[in-house]
């Protein structure tokens, strides 16, 4: 499969170092960049998922906390000011 985009032309020399830097040509290079950012975005939207559901499981079995008490130890661990 075969798509055209266009680059700016930082980002075109950037692309031509690093596949120079890899004796690669740039269009492999190019697409194994464009692989890895759609698997790390894969994984971070099932990251995301899987933590909002277990937020959902504990607040449902009652494991939860006020905001005031989440707040107060949050103002403990990093030792902020009551002030506002």
Do not use: C, H
């Not at 680059?7 to 690093?18: D, M, T, Y």
């Not at 690669?24 to 790390?40: F, G, H, P, R």
């Not at 494991?63 to 990093?78: D, M, N, P, V």
């Amino acid at each position: 499969m075969s798509i055209v985009i266009s680059l700016s032309p930082e980002v075109e020399a950037q692309l031509r170092e690093k596949a120079a830097q890899q004796g690669q040509d740039v269009s492999i290079v190019a697409a194994e960049l464009i692989t890895d950012i759609l698997k790390w975005e894969l994984q971070d939207s099932e990251e995301a998922i899987a933590g909002i559901q277990r937020g959902l499981d504990d607040f449902e079995a009652g494991r939860s906390r006020s905001f005031q008490e989440f707040a107060e130890e949050q103002r403990l661990k990093y030792n902020l000011s009551t002030d506002l």
